[in-house]
């Protein structure tokens, strides 16, 4: 009985209300602060994807833009079409060479894919989505200018294009695991591509 003649006494006194109005908002403050750090968090992570989403549309954009895909179509091919200077913005004249369209598209290519891949290194685009559905080129690229990157790291930065070859090193990894047969014929053209490249 003594415990409950010491409540009674308690919530007699003076003090009472004031007490259970202070504990009431320490109460109160204490869930309002677990439910906002929560709703902090959540925002955080919404905002986060949403800004790996936009960069990552931007980069679906780049890789679609109808000058990238004519560069690439260079890089590829032995004898770019004449329609190919014209996208890339290349008068023809009569002095014209071959190897100033490769290197204008080499350098295109590679330089955007170093970019993305300097994105992916910091995390600032979802990979599994990008490699995903850009194994192809980024392969195909990597393949088509793997020899003039080798070159510059003699002359040049030894880090040249590393966030490229990083990009390409996850890339075949998903490529082997999940598109093996798409993986086996990008081999072949790897064995294809002419020492001399330009790039």
């Known amino acids: 009985m003594p415990i409950l003649e010491i409540i009674n006494s308690f919530f007699s006194s003076p003090q009472?209300?004031?007490?259970i109005i202070t504990a009431a908002g320490l109460i109160v403050a204490i869930i309002a602060y677990v439910f906002e750090r929560k709703k902090f968090k959540t925002t955080q992570e919404f905002e986060g994807k949403r800004f790996t989403t936009t960069i990552l549309i931007?980069?679906?954009?780049?890789?679609?833009?109808i000058k990238h895909r004519e560069a690439r179509k260079v890089l590829y091919e032995e004898l770019p079409p004449n329609s190919s200077y014209e996208i890339l913005g290349i008068s023809l004249k009569e002095d014209s060479k071959i190897n100033d369209i490769k290197k204008l598209a080499?350098?295109?290519v590679r330089g955007d894919l170093n970019e993305i891949a300097t994105l992916s290194r910091h995390g600032l685009i979802d990979d599994s989505i990008f490699i995903k559905?850009?194994?192809?080129?980024?392969?195909?690229?990597?393949y088509e200018v793997e020899l003039s990157i080798i070159e510059r790291r003699k002359d040049g930065p030894s880090d040249y294009m590393t966030n490229f070859e990083d990009?390409?090193?996850k890339t075949e990894d998903f490529a082997k695991t999940y598109r093996n047969e798409d993986y086996t014929k990008l081999q072949k053209y790897r064995k294809e591509v002419p020492k001399d490249r330009i790039g």
Do not use: G, H, T
Not at 58 to 65: A, Y
Not at 133 to 140: A, D, K, V
């Open 16 to 19: 009472a209300p004031a007490f």
């Open 58 to 65: 931007q980069v679906i954009q780049q890789l679609n833009d």
């Open 106 to 108: 080499s350098d295109m």
């Open 133 to 142: 559905e850009f194994y192809w080129i980024i392969l195909r690229v990597w």
């Open 167 to 169: 990009l390409k090193n």
